[in-house]
């Protein structure tokens, strides 16, 4: 497996670059494209800072208003003028990058969008534009969030730009990362990179506080949650595991917020979904330094603690618990052992957040860096070593967040690249056919850690044709997997004998909905039993399916060796397996396997012997080995359908 | 097997079983620094292309070496037994499958009955087996020879077993656990 794979050119020391020499402004920009807020981040003078607009403000909120007169508006007028048109304006469009109508971000409580569409892999807004009205995708309004940007590093810069580093959730899957990109593009931006967010977070905090040690970085933002564990040693940075969930942000605390003021009141729920959820965001951000607020809503005054608001959105806080502890054990680390927690994002001002992450972590968190500030600064300072000023001693290591994988048969899947592998990374495994006379195989690329395929989400579907029937289990099928430095996924197929090869980029399908995804991230643990039920019982299924098979073409060219009571009795054993396939108890189809393999052990004898003596009369000593490796085959194979059976299917190349 | 450069020669270190961890490490961060795609993202294409080949084959060739049983797997795989494949894997002696079987129908049970105190009971009595198993591997491996490859390869496909017999004691154990929460 090493070697040969990916061998195209030599790295040469040719290296096409622009150094950017100390005491000079670079003209690379890192972006962190926020779900609520977005920013844009140069290095002048070795040092990253964030381009204010020309109110003096770094944070341009992620909203879109577009209009039936005139391109669109973004950022702070957009966010202004929400309330008088809910439907044009597009808040939080980060929440719907990379998914479908069908997924769950559509049907929330108190949205006010209209959308195009119910079909198709990708969401769509419907919203004013010239001619009476227009489509947009979540894609398209990055774009303008993006240019927006742009433009402000372009005045600030005084010309073009040489690229930029945007950032992403660490916890972003395929569909979402190459949806980011695809804004880049549209944006027309050179993406460097995509880089996640608490490696960014680690990057501008570690090299501005000369930090060494094992630090958590707890993100949340606006609408995204992330933890990343990351060692930091002689400029290394190296991320050790990540988690997160990215349908949970300081979004949630609002909507929480306004079902809370509902039920205080029932006359407010009269108010528009947008009107309500600002107003919601202002008190909640009023009560991050005072104990008790009061408001004028619906012509009612209405009073919320700071205690009420505490107790509505703990069961949101909570849900980081779970993610967190994880990935201190993917890290094969203790709370203890780390140096120090990191936050980063504008949720983490919430004096509740601030709490939890005392208790989970015993410790104080570390806030010293502006949270709002500190992803953009470490996306500045990466764009900033990618184009033109490499440093040695710099090294990001980042990882894959979520476990990539094919469909086998039985709808179990078969991860291939496992979460938290360093990128850029590959893998390579053998598969086979399972059927006589297959001509073709079916790919289903998944993405998720659960182990059967419903309950991951679907990436990509191709397929590989025209291979020439031969027996089950000849063909061989090689898939590589390739993830890119930007966590992207590259899929390629190859059947070894015939030399036949397929490969896709893979764009995504959107096989889950956005509830399932959530359930897979945060409560895998509590499926796990129920997951390997499942796995059982889809790999006993599949054994007991190649028997029948196998036994269904033996009886066909050698059923004359036995006698008619003989046959019967098979017959009834093999009925048996079959009703037992159709039930649901994975142990009720082993019993009967062995019960077969009991019962078919004279009929396989009769046939050895027939095949031997006929050998030995041809004297193809051949064949004979090839019989007598056959029935070595079957003893082993007797005995591992009796115990349980570990990695039936695939090939591993290596563990 | 192929005449290809192993993980071993990727890294530039000597093919055995015992590495140095921080001599690894080092390699790994040095070769890094040369490498990664970071300090090729405004290269050409075909550098590009080449850095994240290269980089590839480091991280999978780091991730391999140095973990113990990754790395001991890849030994028998370079020495012709490749565990993941039915043609190249040893067969476990049926007297120890039989035992296996035994232990799992026991584990089942007790599952069943939710009698906790059993399955833990039966967990450490497959660890032990499992620690044996390893020792074997690692004797084995660092004797070297045809024969003690044999002995590794067979000791390591036991190991699967009892993997598969402890992943559903996590199982059970993560089950009961999240109940009482």
């Not at chain 1, 990057?203 to 993100?219: C, P």
């Not at chain 1, 300081?250 to 729920?269: I, Y």
């Not at chain 1, 009612?300 to 959105?313: G, K, P, Q, W």
């Not at chain 2, 890294?11 to 890094?32: F, M, Q, T």
Request: contains cysteine; proline residues 4%; hydrophobic residues 40%.
């Amino acid at each position: 497996m090493a070697g040969g794979l990916y061998d195209i050119a030599e790295p040469g020391e040719s290296q096409v670059k622009a150094p950017c020499p100390p005491g000079m402004t670079s003209r690379a920009i890192g972006i962190d494209l926020g779900t609520t807020n977005s920013l844009v981040a140069i290095v002048r003078d070795g040092k990253p800072e964030a381009l204010r607009d020309g109110g003096g403000d770094a944070l341009l909120p992620s909203a879109v208003r577009y209009r039936a007169d005139g391109p669109p508006v973004v950022g702070r007028r957009a966010l202004a003028e929400a309330a008088a048109h809910p439907v044009d304006t597009l808040i939080s469009v980060k929440r719907f990058m990379g998914r479908g109508p069908k997924d769950a971000e559509t049907t929330r409580r108190f949205t006010p969008y209209r959308f195009a569409s119910e079909e198709g892999p990708v969401v769509r807004f419907a919203v004013a534009g010239p001619g009476g009205g227009r489509e947009v995708t979540p894609i398209e309004a990055s774009a303008e969030i993006l240019k927006a940007l742009k433009a402000r590093a372009e005045e600030e810069l005084d010309g073009p730009l040489d690229g930029a580093v945007i950032t992403v959730p660490a916890y972003f899957d395929d569909a979402q990362r190459q949806a980011t990109k695809d804004a880049g593009r549209l944006a027309g931006l050179e993406v460097l990179r995509l880089l996640n967010e608490p490696t960014a977070a680690a990057l501008a905090y570690g090299l501005d506080k000369r930090s060494e040690g094992t630090f958590a970085v707890f993100d949340l933002g606006g609408g995204t949650f992330d933890i990343s564990i990351l060692k930091l040693t002689g400029g290394v940075f190296e991320v050790k595991s990540t988690g997160g969930d990215t349908a949970l942000g300081g979004d949630d605390f609002d909507r929480a917020l306004a079902e809370l003021l509902v039920k205080k009141d029932a006359a407010v729920e009269a108010i528009p979904p947008r009107a309500l959820l600002a107003t919601a965001r202002r008190l909640k951000e009023r009560l991050t330094t005072e104990a008790r607020v009061e408001d004028e809503i619906a012509g009612h005054r209405l009073a919320v603690t700071r205690e009420e608001l505490d107790a509505a959105i703990r069961p949101i806080i909570e849900r980081t618990g779970p993610v967190c502890r994880r990935a201190l054990k993917d890290a094969g680390l203790t709370a203890a052992q780390l140096d120090g927690v990191i936050l980063v994002g504008g949720a983490t001002r919430t004096p509740a957040v601030r709490a939890y992450v005392e208790e989970l972590f015993g410790r104080a968190p570390l806030g010293d860096i502006d949270p709002d500030q500190v992803v953009a600064l470490g996306a500045a300072v990466q764009a900033d070593l990618l184009a033109g000023a490499p440093r040695e001693d710099v090294l990001l290591l980042d990882v894959i967040p979520l476990s990539l994988g094919l469909e086998l048969m039985g709808g179990v899947v078969e991860k291939i690249i496992h979460r938290n592998s360093t990128i850029p990374c590959g893998a390579r495994q053998t598969f086979t056919t399972y059927a006589d006379n297959q001509t073709g195989f079916d790919l289903h690329v998944v993405q998720g850690e659960r182990e059967t395929v419903d309950q991951c989400r679907s990436l990509a579907k191709f397929q590989l044709k025209g291979i020439p029937p031969m027996a089950a289990g000849m063909a061989r099928l090689e898939v590589t997997f390739l993830v890119d430095a930007d966590g992207i996924l590259q899929v390629a197929a190859r059947e070894e004998t015939t030399g036949i090869e397929a490969s896709v980029r893979v764009k995504p399908s959107y096989g889950l909905t956005e509830e399932q995804i959530e359930q897979m991230l945060v409560d895998s643990y509590e499926y796990a039993e129920e997951d390997l039920k499942r796995r059982m019982l889809a790999e006993a299924r599949v054994e007991a399916e190649r028997i029948l098979a196998a036994l269904t073409g033996a009886l066909a060219v050698d059923g004359g060796l036995l006698s008619a009571d003989e046959r019967a009795a098979i017959d009834g054993v093999a009925a048996g397996l079959r009703a037992a396939v159709a039930g649901e108890e994975h142990r009720a189809i082993r019993e009967r396997i062995e019960a077969l393999d009991l019962a078919t052990k004279t009929f396989a004898e009769r046939r050895m012997n027939r095949d031997i003596a006929e050998a030995i009369a041809g004297q193809r000593v051949e064949l004979v080995e090839k019989t007598v490796e056959h029935a070595k085959g079957t003893a082993e194979h007797e005995a591992r359908a009796a115990a349980s059976q570990p990695e039936s299917h695939p090939q591993h190349e290596d563990r | 097997m192929d005449m290809k450069k192993t993980y071993f020669d990727v890294l530039g270190i000597e093919r055995v079983y015992d590495v140095d961890r921080a001599e690894l490490e080092k390699r790994y961060l040095d070769l890094s620094r040369q490498l990664h795609p970071d300090r090729f993202a405004r290269a050409s294409a075909k550098e590009k292309l080449a850095s994240v080949a290269k980089t590839t084959e480091l991280n999978d060739a780091y991730r391999v070496l140095k973990d113990d049983l990754k790395r001991a797997g890849y030994l028998l795989k370079l020495a012709g037994f490749d565990l993941g494949d039915d043609r190249t894997a040893p067969k476990v002696d049926a007297m120890t499958l039989m035992q296996i079987m035994e232990l799992n129908e026991e584990l089942a049970e007790a599952r069943a009955e939710r009698d906790s105190a059993r399955v833990s009971a039966l967990a450490g009595r497959v660890r032990a087996a499992r620690e044996e198993a390893w020792g074997v591997v690692e004797g084995a491996l660092r004797e070297g020879g045809a024969e003690a490859m044999r002995r590794a390869a067979q000791a390591m496909m036991l190991m699967r077993y009892h993997d598969r017999f402890l992943e559903q004691v996590d199982a059970y154990e993560g089950a009961t656990a999240e109940g009482v929460h």
